[in-house]
């Protein structure tokens, strides 16, 4: 059955995918994968996304649930301190706003391409919670290697002023949105941006590389004023969505890259990451601006590897089988 899964003309761009990832490209292929439907999807996605973080933000503001100065403290633009409470307010509403990404993906795909968006999701539909916990174990792995480098070179985090109890209080709620931020970035970028591509060109420097650097250059502000230190962050991105594609490319499901991604960003929220973002002062430990700057080589290096470890047969991910080596054949010499 999974020879007539996708059109003759892709077989030789994708005689390396696994056949679920082939199977999960079933739904994009034909008139409405057409470039044009593309790029006006995804604008289409990013204006109901934006639409709809303008109406969080607002009724936030408006319901009194933040302040107009705490807002503006959150997007970088003023020095107010924040106390616990209203940082975890504004990270909430932060998260909130990538509910958006969830609506406009499916307004989209069901609008504009006639399709159910659960067939963006995997190729069957469903989210597979053992993939989910894989992706989550791969992105433990890294924050360790992570934090032990950073201790090893004499630049260890430190502690926050968050107390453990209201920390551990507010853990449940921000986890909640957490996985609504995490899954709409991965629903948008790998889901819809790498299906629609892949659909419609052959080349993995096309489906795989454009979204993912979009997805890298839509995280430069993340680095506020400071330019390497944005450039870092771009790149790290970049990285970060290869690696979440090649989990794609490897199962032919978003579970793994789901799991991936929200692991990623409970550590960086909520347990260490670096000072002033992206966590706005919910974390318990967190390195300076300078103690990120000078592990970067040493983060960018560990990004490469894992890249390599997730697309090697040691990942706890499906083997993948050589489609193109199916009937290979030679004669004897």
């Known amino acids: 059955m999974t020879d007539q899964i996708i059109e003759p003309a892709h077989e ?16 994009a292929l034909g008139g409405r994968s057409k470039l044009w439907r593309t790029v006006f999807g995804a604008i289409g996605v990013l204006i109901i996304w934006g639409a709809w973080t303008g109406l969080a933000i607002l009724a936030g503001i408006l319901s009194g649930y933040v302040t107009r100065d705490g807002m503006r403290s959150l ?4 020095g107010v301190e924040q106390s616990y409470d209203d940082a975890v307010k504004l990270g909430l509403v932060l998260l909130a706003t990538f509910a958006g ?3 406009g993906v499916i307004v989209v795909v069901k609008a504009w391409h006639w399709r159910r968006v659960t067939g963006v999701i995997s190729f069957n539909g469903r989210v597979d919670w053992r993939q989910f916990g894989a992706g ?21 985090p430190f502690r926050t002023n968050v107390e453990l109890l209201p920390w551990l209080a507010t853990l449940a709620p921000m986890c909640v949105l957490l996985l609504i931020q995490t899954t709409g970035e991965e629903l948008f970028f790998r889901g819809y941006l790498v299906q629609q591509l892949a659909a419609r060109f052959r080349h993995p420097l096309v489906w795989a590389l454009i979204p993912a650097v979009a997805f890298g ?44 991604h929200f692991a990623n960003n409970v550590a960086a929220f909520l347990i260490a990451g670096p000072e002033g973002g992206p966590g706005p002062g919910t974390t318990l430990w967190a390195w300076t601006g300078t103690d990120v700057t000078s592990g970067a080589v040493w983060d960018l290096i ?14 706890p991910l499906p083997k993948v089988q050589l489609a193109g080596r199916k009937n290979d054949t030679r004669a004897a010499p």
């Open 12 to 27: 030789d761009s994708l005689r390396y995918a696994s056949p679920t990832f082939r199977q999960w490209l079933t739904p």
């Open 217 to 260: 250059f839509g995280h430069y502000a993340n680095g506020g004023n400071d330019v390497a230190y944005s450039v870092y962050y771009v790149i790290a991105t970049i990285m970060f969505g290869l690696i979440s594609t090649v989990c794609l490319w490897r199962t032919g499901s978003l579970s793994a890259s789901f799991g991936l």
């Open 136 to 156: 989550a174990a791969i992105a433990a792995g890294y924050l360790l290697v992570g934090f032990v480098t950073s201790v090893a070179t004499g630049h260890p």
């Open 101 to 103: 990404l969830w609506l």
């Open 302 to 315: 560990t990004l490469f590897a894992l890249l390599a470890f997730v697309a090697s047969p040691w990942a």
């Open 75 to 78: 997007m970088g633009e003023g």
